[in-house]
């Protein structure tokens, strides 16, 4: 059997690991459920039972996500994602407060992805190094940051018309077409920019590997200039 090319084998890790860091595409479908259960149920009878259904769909997923031994971390944030916007619909009294939360949420993400950008650490790059242990070397090659930048922008762009569209549509009570744009807006946008995402961490990472190759045969250069002008290292010499 024909094994794979290096770099494919180098680049599904980084697939893998950055896909179950968000969940994984169940925990992207996952989110949108206590979503649509707020919603429907909000539609057919008042909003407390809707708060309570969107509660109880998020602890359902949570319990699955446990059963089936995935990772709790999505689930966990999630749920207290929905509990933070359920208790903001109570306190507010009207539906559309379920959406409050996640609104204000994008604009301090997006905010955050685009500030980093303008100070050279790409939110990105950096995450990516501290999950990876990879560490920050590839902030010493601009393609590798440009990479970076690119993929940093998309989720600001991303955060920042998720604001843009749900703080427009929250401003005039259209509470239905609020949900339908938190659920259209999530993890249809999340999968464009994770498709960029993935595109920078496979660029970034070829370009360090080869930084390193370049790092090493310099080295060996060198050292091999020292050995024709000096003769062999005194250990070597005095070996025999």
Same mark, same amino acid.
């Given at each position: 059997?024909?094994?794979?090319?290096?770099? #494919?084998? #180098?680049?599904?890790?980084?697939?893998?690991?950055?896909?179950?860091?968000?969940?994984?595409?169940?925990?992207?479908? *996952?989110?949108?459920?206590?979503?649509?259960?707020?919603?429907?149920?909000?539609?057919?009878?008042?909003?407390?039972?809707?708060?309570?259904?969107?509660?109880?769909?998020?602890?359902?997923?949570?319990?699955?996500?446990?059963?089936?031994?995935?990772?709790?971390?999505?689930?966990?944030?999630?749920?207290?994602?929905? +509990?933070? !916007?359920?208790?903001?619909? *109570?306190?507010?009294?009207?539906?559309?407060?379920?959406?409050?939360?996640?609104?204000?949420?994008?604009?301090? *993400?997006?905010?955050?992805?685009?500030?980093?950008?303008?100070?050279r650490w790409p939110l990105v790059g950096v995450i990516w190094g501290a999950?990876?242990?990879?560490?920050?070397? &590839? %902030?010493?090659?601009?393609?590798?940051?440009?990479?970076?930048?690119? !993929?940093?922008?998309?989720?600001?762009?991303?955060?920042?018309?998720?604001?843009?569209?749900?703080?427009?549509? *929250?401003?005039?009570?259209?509470?239905?077409?609020?949900?339908?744009?938190?659920? #259209?807006?999530? &993890?249809?946008?999340?999968? !464009?920019?994770?498709?960029?995402?993935?595109? #920078?961490? %496979?660029?970034?990472?070829?370009?360090?590997?080869?930084?390193?190759?370049?790092?090493?045969?310099?080295?060996? +250069?060198?050292?091999?200039?020292? %050995?024709?002008?000096?003769?062999?290292?005194?250990?070597?010499?005095?070996?025999?």
């Amino acid at each position: 059997m024909t094994e794979p090319p290096q770099d #494919a084998k #180098a680049d599904a890790p980084e697939r893998r690991t950055l896909l179950q860091e968000m969940g994984g595409i169940s925990g992207l479908i *996952y989110s949108t459920v206590p979503v649509l259960v707020f919603v429907l149920v909000n539609s057919v009878s008042s909003l407390n039972p809707a708060i309570w259904a969107a509660l109880g769909s998020a602890a359902v997923i949570t319990v699955v996500r446990i059963v089936r031994k995935q990772s709790l971390q999505p689930a966990i944030s999630g749920f207290f994602g929905v +509990a933070i !916007a359920a208790f903001i619909a *109570y306190r507010t009294g009207s539906a559309k407060g379920f959406f409050l939360f996640g609104i204000w949420a994008s604009l301090v *993400y997006g905010s955050l992805f685009g500030l980093s950008i303008l100070i050279r650490w790409p939110l990105v790059g950096v995450i990516w190094g501290a999950l990876n242990g990879h560490g920050q070397k &590839w %902030r010493s090659d601009r393609r590798a940051m440009f990479a970076y930048d690119l !993929a940093t922008l998309s989720w600001a762009v991303v955060f920042g018309a998720r604001f843009v569209v749900q703080r427009w549509l *929250y401003d005039e009570d259209l509470t239905g077409w609020l949900a339908f744009a938190r659920i #259209a807006m999530g &993890w249809p946008l999340t999968a !464009a920019a994770l498709a960029v995402t993935l595109w #920078a961490v %496979r660029r970034a990472g070829h370009l360090v590997r080869q930084l390193a190759e370049q790092a090493e045969a310099d080295d060996q +250069a060198v050292e091999a200039k020292l %050995r024709a002008k000096y003769g062999q290292p005194a250990s070597e010499s005095g070996a025999g």
